[in-house]
């Protein structure tokens, strides 16, 4: 028989306030196996792990029950607490009374019931816990970055500097991602240029980072600390160690129709092509749905000018398998698609563009070279009217229920920029709300106001339309002086919101890592756990985990660097415990569980066995305990019953079951 | 009339896995969204790791309903735990049905972490499901009650 404690905690008021918390301690001590049970305020406190290890000591207890919150918030605490007591930390079950209990009911006389049964189910399961001992794995002194942006860049760059070896992984040809087709970077007005390309190059230079560009994620496998993942180097066509980057191939491709993923398709650019000049790797690929060689079998004229003999028509896709101790997902943004919002006549008109590609028609390298001019007659616009919040805090299924949090500071950005340049060009913006926390954030938006003139109303956009002279013709309300307005504007701009890059449902998939509704990757806790993913090894940096700016991007990306820095420095990790075990006298051999364990796991073996004063040979099931990750698929497939989980048990869940059920 | 002040209170199991449902649960105590505390939530690493056995042990013991969550299809914290789960339950459900526990009786649902919203939702539609189905007598005897 076990001694049990129990301890239930009033979490302050959290739980206190709606479940008799000395009535849960009342009622544990009638539970068999009980011997000790108290209640206190912080159980979580220095104060209340102490009084669990003085009753550890005192009362000689084998077993612990803690009511408080969910054993997602604290199980580790208190096990640790119970380790430093002498007992076994696998000795520790939680009754989750808060989360499941406190926080959602009203009525006291209910909630005390309902945190009585909880504490009972979590009494008859520790009555039946056994002593657990972790077993260790190995750490493979590698990271694996996925995506090449400013996020991607800054944490295998901080990964790198530690001195472990990171591999960046970047699905299009150059590393750089939204931040390179950025012109200027706000609140400071610096060029976006000039501060990735240096740390791009660095990341390029830097011997402990190795960049997989054109390449893809394919296939992971293993878990924290032994990733095992198969990269897809797609076909570049050119062969990187002989390109020299001179660019002639480029220059002299006459498949020159593709639209510039890089300029948004506001122009063109080569079947050869790199994304932009300072593209790290400066090493073209063919994009061979464009290229005429490709499609027809007729041209090779960028094999005949390459001076190196780069080109390589047959080359084809590789695999490349890698082993990773810790995974960083930094794969972005896109902004949404604009279908759903016809009327802003987006696709109708191209003097209707969205704030990122306003970006590259300010940029010296973009499709008009700097100049702000009308796409559609290349006219210098005297009127420009900016849409806030597209797509963005929408509350039907058209957009985004989120603020997409970057677009009130670049549409300032925007604002002041074609004021200082242009001060002859009238800029309105149609606000719903102006939104600029953040360092020295809201002082700029007062500067494009009252220094720049930019001219805001609060107010939506009903329709944009087109008009026969090329005008665009705004309808707009203007809420504070509650009156309709009509506006002619030569360019209107869409602050678009953003969205997750498409591609990270499929990498969450195989990463085994959750997300939420909007596809933003979840953090295992939203305030204390804002890096990590709730599966180990896994970290999250930048806009994939929820919409930011760049010094948040930055930030995030140092902080993801770190934890996976406190993975890679370890030499050993434990692994769980709560692995299967097989009851070699029950188990037949059958390969059932074989068949269902995703890791590959099991695996059998002859063995002598004594059942019952029977000696003989029998093919049995062997779990591989450093390979289970402790699912219980098996367990229940076996017919024989011979499979159980340990820390799961199959008598500590029907225990449950009863208590809960009395 | 809401279900609290019904007199009939049933018993519910919900089975909730840890990665995705037993998450969604603890966000939406954190988020205050309420359900009534007839649900009693027993935590699972999978839902593969739900044994039918276990479910037929619910009912045998007196439970009204029995409630199992986990993770989206595709979603699997174990890769493909919960499509073992899902077609263990429908098995399960149908033979149930057979013996005498009506289908609305049991239920599987997928509640991913960052959806509490949803668990409270499938929560309240349960227990209210089972409020129109009454206490399940049906297996009465092999409880040996009077």
Redesign the interface.
């Known amino acids: 028989m076990q001694r049990i404690g129990v301890f239930v905690c009033h979490c302050g008021s959290n739980i206190a306030a709606t479940v008799d918390v000395s009535k849960v301690a009342e009622m544990a001590l009638m539970e068999p196996g009980v011997v000790h049970a108290e209640d206190y305020q912080y159980m979580c406190s220095e104060a209340g792990q102490a009084k669990i290890q003085d009753a550890i000591h005192e009362k000689k207890l084998s077993g612990i029950v803690v009511c408080s919150c969910s054993p997602r918030m604290h199980e580790a605490t208190f096990r640790k607490a119970a380790e430093r007591a002498g007992l076994n930390p696998y000795m520790v079950e939680i009754a989750n009374i808060r989360e499941h209990c406190s926080w959602i009911h009203k009525d006291m006389e209910e909630a005390t019931k309902k945190a009585v049964i909880l504490m009972r189910a979590a009494v008859a399961k520790v009555n039946l816990n056994t002593p657990l001992k972790p077993g260790e794995s190995r750490v493979t002194k590698r990271a694996l970055i996925i995506g090449g942006g400013i996020a991607g860049i800054q944490t295998a760059l901080d990964i790198a500097d530690a001195g472990y070896e990171v591999d960046i992984v970047e699905k299009t040809p150059s590393i750089g991602g939204r931040m390179s087709q950025l012109d200027k970077t706000f609140p400071t007005l610096d060029c976006s240029a000039c501060i990735l390309t240096p740390k791009m190059v660095e990341a390029s230079a830097h011997e402990k980072i190795k960049i997989y560009t054109y390449s893809e994620v394919e296939k992971v496998s293993g878990f924290v600390g032994d990733f095992t993942v198969d990269i897809r180097k797609k076909a570049r066509s050119v062969d990187m160690d002989k390109c020299t980057g001179c660019g002639v191939c480029q220059e002299k491709c006459p498949s020159k129709k593709a639209p510039s993923e890089f300029n948004r398709g506001l122009n063109n650019r080569s079947a050869i092509y790199t994304p932009f000049a300072q593209a790290i790797p400066n090493v073209p690929v063919i994009d061979r749905e464009a290229c005429i060689k490709f499609k027809t079998g007729k041209c090779g004229i960028c094999s005949k000018v390459c001076q190196a003999g780069a080109i390589d028509y047959e080359q084809k896709d590789e695999i490349i398998t890698e082993k990773y101790g810790a995974i960083v997902v930094a794969t972005g943004f896109d902004t949404i698609n604009l279908d759903k919002y016809d009327e802003y006549a987006y696709s109708q008109s191209k003097d209707v563009i969205t704030s990122l590609e306003l970006e590259r028609v300010m940029n010296a390298a973009g499709p008009t070279h700097g100049h702000l001019e009308r796409l559609s007659d290349g006219k210098a616009p005297k009127e420009m009217v900016f849409i806030q919040c597209v797509g963005s805090r929408c509350s039907d299924d058209r957009g985004k229920p989120y603020c997409s949090k970057i677009c009130c500071m670049y549409t300032a950005k925007h604002a002041m920029l074609i004021r200082d340049k242009y001060p002859d060009v009238n800029v309105t913006v149609f606000y719903i709300d102006v939104r600029t926390p953040g360092k020295n954030f809201d002082e700029f938006y007062r500067r494009a106001v009252e220094q720049y003139g930019v001219n805001y109303i609060k107010g939506q956009v009903g329709k944009v339309i087109p008009q026969p002279d090329g005008k665009l013709l705004v309808q707009g309300s203007d809420l504070l002086d509650n009156k309709q307005i009509l506006k002619e504007a030569d360019m209107v701009v869409l602050a678009t919101a953003i969205e997750p890059n498409p591609d990270v449902r499929k990498i969450a998939t195989m990463l085994t890592a959750s997300i939420d509704t909007n596809n933003f990757l979840t953090e295992a806790h939203a305030k204390l756990r804002p890096v990590e993913s709730p599966t180990a090894g896994i970290f999250l940096s930048g806009v994939c985990q929820g919409p930011k700016d760049i010094p948040e991007t930055v930030a995030q990306a140092g902080a993801a660097a770190v934890k996976a820095i406190g993975l890679l420095a370890k030499d050993k990790l434990l692994t769980n415990p709560c692995t299967a075990h097989s009851d070699e006298l029950l188990c037949n051999g059958c390969s059932t569980c074989e068949n269902v364990c995703p890791y590959g796991a099991i695996t059998y073996e002859d063995k002598e066995v004594n059942d019952h004063g029977i000696r003989e040979v029998r093919r049995l099931a062997v779990v591989n305990s450093a390979l289970c990750q402790g699912c219980g698929a098996c367990t229940v497939a076996c017919p024989s019953g011979a499979m159980d989980l340990q820390g799961f048990s199959n008598r500590q869940i029907i225990a449950e079951v009863d208590a809960i059920c009395r | 009339m809401s279900i ?1 002040n019904k007199s009939f209170r049933p ?1 519910i ?1 919900a089975f909730c896995c ?3 449902s ?2 969604g ?2 966000l ?3 988020s ?4 009534p ?1 007839d649900v ?7 839902s ?7 479910i037929l ?2 009912f045998e ?3 009204d309903g029995v409630i199992m969550c986990g ?1 989206h299809p ?8 919960n499509y ?1 789960a899902r077609r ?1 339950m429908t098995l399960l459900f149908s033979m149930l049905d057979y013996i005498g526990v009506e289908n609305g009786r049991t239920r599987v649902e997928w509640v ?4 509490g919203v949803k668990f ?1 939702d499938t929560m309240n539609s349960f227990v209210e499901k089972i409020h129109s189905l009454g206490e399940n007598v049906r297996l009465g005897d092999l409880r040996c009650r009077n």
């Open positions: 609290e018993k199991v840890n990665w995705c037993y998450a649960a603890d939406a105590g954190s205050r969204l309420s359900y505390a009693k939530i027993i935590r699972v690493p999978c593969c790791r739900v044994n039918p056995m276990f042990r619910a013991k007196g439970a993770c595709g979603d699997c914290h174990y890769s493909t735990g073992y263990r991913s972490a960052a959806e409270s």
